[in-house]
C-alpha cells in the first residue's frame, strides 16, 4: 500500500513539474476586428497557416475564428480564457498587461500586426478644427476612452486646448463598428458628425466630397510609426503551448510576407473572408497609401504609456514599455 502510494505521488509531482510533458491544446481560438489592418488574420485564415505550421511541430490543430468591434471586448475574451490570441490596440495592450501583470495569466504583445494612419473625418462643413465641436456633435470611434482612436483623440485635445483639457472632447464620443459608423456618415441624417475610423472605412468615406480629413495619427506619431494594432496572448497560454504558440508566430510571419509579395492576393483572400462589400480594386487602391505597412514590429507604444500614465488612466503603468512583449515581439525586454 506504501509503495503504490508513493508512486502516485511521485507520477503527480512529475505531472506538476515545470519539464513535465503535457499534451498541447488541440483547438486554438483567434480573434480580430475589421477592416484591412487585420488581412494578415484573414490570410492566416483562408491558407490555414497556424494549422500548416503547427502540423511541422507535430501537432493536429483546428482554428477557430471570432471577430470582435474593439479591444475592450476582446480583453474580457482573453481574460476568461475564451480565445487564445487577439487584436488589440496600443492602448488595450497597455491596459490588460497592467491589470494582468505577475499573474499566471499576465497578457503581454506577441507581435505588431501593421504600421497604419488613423483618421478623424468630419462631415459637418463648420467643423475645421477640434475646437468646433458643439455639444449636439457626436463623434463615433471604435470603442470610448480605450480604443487607439479614443486616446489619440485625447492627445490631440491635449495639444490644442492644454494638458489639462485632455478628456474635453470624450462626452462626444460614442462606440460603434467602423461599419456602422460608415453607414452614419454616408446616410444622411445621423446624429454622428465626426467618425476616428481605419482603412479601408476612412478611405471609402473620404470620396464623398462633404466628408474631410481633421486629423491623422501620423501627425502625433510622426517621429515613432505606430503599430495599428498588435497580438496578445496569455503567458499561462504560451508556457502551456510553446510549439502551437511558435505555430501561430509562424503563421503570422508568413501571412504578412504573401501579403507583401503579392497585394491583389491579398485583398481578394480580405473580401472573401470579410464579406464586406467593395472590389478588389477598391482595396488595392486603399493599399497604396505608403503609410500602409504590413510588418511585425512593434511601434508607438512609449508615447502612449507616457500619455496614460501622465492623464492617470493608466493606474500601473510598466517600469519599461518593452517589458509588456514576449522574446517574439523583437523588442529587448527591460532594455
Known sequence: MLRRLTIIVAIAVWFASPGAARAEANVVRVAKQFGVGYMQYMVMQELKLIEKHAKAAGLDITTEWATFRSSDV????LISGSVDFVSLGI???ITINSKTRGTANEVKGVMGLNAAPLMLLVRDPAIKSLKDFKENHRIALPAVKVSNQAII???AAAKEFGEAK?????HLTVSMSHPDATAAMLGGQS?????????????????DPKIKRLLSSNELFADDPMSFNVVGATSKFRSE????????????KEATEVINADKRKGAEIYLKVSGEKA???????????????YNNRVG???KFVEFMGKTGTLKNPPADWRDMFFPEAGVKAGG
Open 153 to 155: 483623440l485625447q492627445m
Open 279 to 293: 472590389t478588389v480594386d477598391d482595396i488595392l487602391e486603399v493599399l497604396k497609401d505608403p503609410d500602409i505597412q
Open 300 to 302: 508607438g507604444i512609449r
Open 191 to 207: 446624429e454622428i458628425t465626426a467618425n476616428f475610423s481605419s482603412a479601408p472605412f476612412q478611405y471609402r468615406q473620404l470620396k
Open 74 to 77: 476582446m480583453n474580457d475574451a
Open 166 to 170: 485632455w478628456s474635453a472632447l470624450d
Open 91 to 93: 492602448p488595450g495592450i
Open 241 to 252: 503551448n510553446p510549439k502551437l504558440f511558435a505555430a501561430f508566430v509562424a503563421g503570422m
